[in-house]
């Protein structure tokens, strides 16, 4: 305890775990390490601490271990170290002197009395102040300057313990401890603050934390929320913080380029409510609570949406009115379905194929998760607007069934209109069997004779093919003619069906382009064929979208929320003046070096003998020259 081995080694320690700590983002949720690290390492670097390093328990065991073996240093070198700021070390023998690196000696003529005054004088000129002994048969002047690097040391270890203690504080030491005895449990429920119970709520009392907060314009709260182990902890506060309005500025890109809040603070302790504007990095500082401007979401969003059933069973979308954060519950199909919007983004920047153009935007976004009876839910990404792409405009709906997956995207075409509608009546008719089986009596399909020899099973297989295609795509028709056709004759039948299904959508497309008032006598033209081609393609690859409908942004109302963080750290009280004492002590420490001279004076044999000697701790080499100056000066004053 107290050596200078053990105290680098936890310096070194905490150097280490400081570099985790910034390397490796602190106190997000398990499930974001789980998807990023997998569950093996998930589980090794959370039996270590690493996802709250500075408040684990080993962390803030080096810490306690370092204050107190830099205390122990600091009693035990502290009184001699203020004592030798004051100590001439006038009982120096002169043996000592002689094997000095630093030393010379002359025999001088002169008075010993004249010689003492001109080493005074240049002691003082060089910065040295000086005592004066007299012996027996010598007189010796004792110089020093840099006395003050001896508190350097003293203010580097203070400031040590300072700053460590500091961080014991606002570590959470007190938690795990109330942990331990059951006092506190973390909640892991996603509920509401109000139905948090009192286990798993922090009182106004607690003197150190920090946590965080999304609050909508217009909005106000007296809690925050403390992420903890695998859950989370509601803090109280003695005050209401109100988000009276948010702003946000964004660069060309669409990064955000600025965003500002502006607070007030209800407390029945203030005469009138408190209101102050803060950004990042200029937070409101109130009674010991910092308020921080640190991030902003979606606030609740309202929205319009449209839901267009996918198996074909209707071409009139049902009007949905959700919110951001809602879980709204539906009937599709006879089964039940959740539809759980998470966010909403005002703008998509992407890069511009166009050269001229840098980026462009491709209009407002909802992300929601579709939830199925038995709890499996896919995510989805939808855009509001169409989107070009190689000339065509289609409306993107991305889905993945994992946050740790890249979106894959249904792209469905807009018509001529910029519409969707023609797409739903496209697939509503191909999933109108009457319609169907009007239009395979009354179109004469050449080439394309299925292994049948009657007309009415020809006709129904023709119709039963559709549906295959409409349910599961084209992978859907293939696996069906895996599992009949014999093998010799899987790809001749293959590519039956393929002529057969081309012909069947072609003739109901045509079907819905008259509906429409399309004069099709001298056919269609490449746009229209385009449009085709590309609603086949997308009906092909519904039977993997995992939805029965597809959800149309029609109409929303934006709202915003600002993220605020909250923290009260008492120990900063403590760690500020400890790091302003750490840059002193170090000054003082390699800039301020304890030096010293000595200069003896002997008379013997008829003459003075003086010997000029020099020592310095620390910048030996600095010291070194700076003695052969003076020594030159005392040469230039004695001997010229």
């Not at 690290?37 to 803030?60: A, E, K, R």
């Not at 313990?161 to 005895?181: F, S, T």
């Not at 966010?343 to 939830?371: C, H, T, W, Y």
């Amino acid at each position: 305890m107290g050596s200078m081995n053990l105290a680098i080694t936890l310096l070194v320690a905490l150097s280490i775990a400081a570099i985790i700590g910034t390397v490796l983002q602190q106190n997000q949720s398990y499930t974001d390490y789980i998807i990023k690290f997998g569950p093996f390492w998930f589980d090794v670097f959370n039996q270590l601490g690493l996802y709250d390093v500075y408040s684990s328990s080993w962390f803030l065991f080096i810490l306690l271990f370092l204050v107190l073996s830099t205390s122990t240093c600091i009693y035990k070198n502290a009184p001699n170290m203020l004592r030798e700021m004051r100590e001439y070390r006038q009982n120096v023998q002169l043996k000592t002197l002689e094997n000095y690196s630093n030393t010379y000696s002359w025999t001088l003529p002169q008075p010993m009395a004249d010689v003492q005054h001109v080493t005074q004088k240049i002691f003082s000129h060089n910065g040295y102040s000086a005592r004066l002994k007299e012996g027996e048969s010598y007189t010796l002047i004792a110089g020093m300057k840099g006395g003050a690097s001896r508190l350097g040391y003293i203010l580097t270890h203070v400031a040590i313990v300072l700053i460590c203690i500091g961080g014991l504080i606002d570590g959470n030491a007190v938690l795990k401890a109330r942990e331990m005895l059951g006092q506190i449990i973390p909640e892991t429920q996603n509920i509401v603050a109000n139905e948090v119970p009192e286990v798993s709520r922090l009182g106004i009392n607690n003197q150190s934390f920090r946590g965080s907060v999304s609050i909508p314009e217009g909005r106000q709260t007296d809690v925050l929320f403390l992420n903890y182990k695998d859950g989370y902890l509601v803090q109280e506060l003695p005050f209401t913080v109100e988000v009276k309005d948010f702003r946000i500025e964004h660069y060309e890109s669409g990064q955000p380029k600025s965003f500002e809040s502006d607070l007030v603070i209800y407390d029945e302790r203030l005469d009138q409510p408190l209101e102050q504007t803060i950004s990042v990095n200029h937070p409101l500082i109130y009674d010991g609570y910092s308020i921080y401007q640190a991030s902003f979401s979606d606030g609740g969003s309202k929205l319009e949406m449209l839901a267009w059933p996918l198996n074909g069973e209707s071409n009139v979308g049902k009007k949905v009115d959700t919110k951001v954060g809602a879980e709204v519950p539906i009937n599709l199909s006879g089964e039940r379905w959740i539809l759980e919007p998470s966010d909403f983004r005002l703008f998509n920047i992407n890069p511009s194929a166009e050269a001229d153009k840098k980026f462009e935007n491709a209009g407002p976004s909802v992300q929601f998760k579709m939830r199925d009876k038995t709890g499996e839910a896919k995510e989805y990404l939808n855009y509001m607007v169409p989107v070009e792409k190689e000339g065509a405009y289609y409306y993107l709906s991305g889905v993945r069934s994992s946050p740790a997956e890249e979106f894959r995207y249904l792209y469905i075409p807009a018509d001529d209109k910029g519409s969707i509608k023609r797409f739903m009546n496209y697939l509503h008719a191909l999933g109108n069997e009457e319609l169907l089986r009007r239009i395979v009596t009354e179109q004469n399909f050449a080439g394309s004779t299925l292994p049948s020899t009657d007309a009415a099973q020809l006709n129904e297989a023709m119709i039963k093919l559709v549906g295959l295609f409409i349910e599961n795509g084209m992978d859907g028709v293939i696996d069906n003619v895996e599992k009949n056709v014999p093998a010799d004759k899987r790809e001749e039948v293959t590519k039956l069906y393929v002529r057969v299904l081309q012909q069947m959508l072609g003739a109901v497309y045509v079907d819905v382009l008259l509906n429409e008032g399309v004069d099709v006598s001298l056919g269609i033209d490449e746009k229209k064929a385009e449009f085709f081609d590309a609603a086949s393609a997308a009906m092909s690859a519904i039977g993997r979208y995992g939805s029965p409908v597809y959800f149309q942004l029609a109409s929303f109302v934006h709202l915003q929320a600002s993220g605020l963080q909250i923290a009260k750290a008492p120990g900063k009280n403590l760690v500020y003046p400890g790091c302003a004492m750490l840059i002193l002590g170090v000054f003082l420490m390699f800039y301020a070096p304890q030096q010293r001279l000595w200069a003896r004076l002997e008379e013997k044999d008829g003459g003075l003998r003086f010997v000029l000697a020099g020592h310095a701790i620390r910048n030996k080499l600095d010291f070194s020259k700076q003695y052969k100056q003076i020594q030159a000066q005392f040469d230039r004053v004695l001997t010229g």
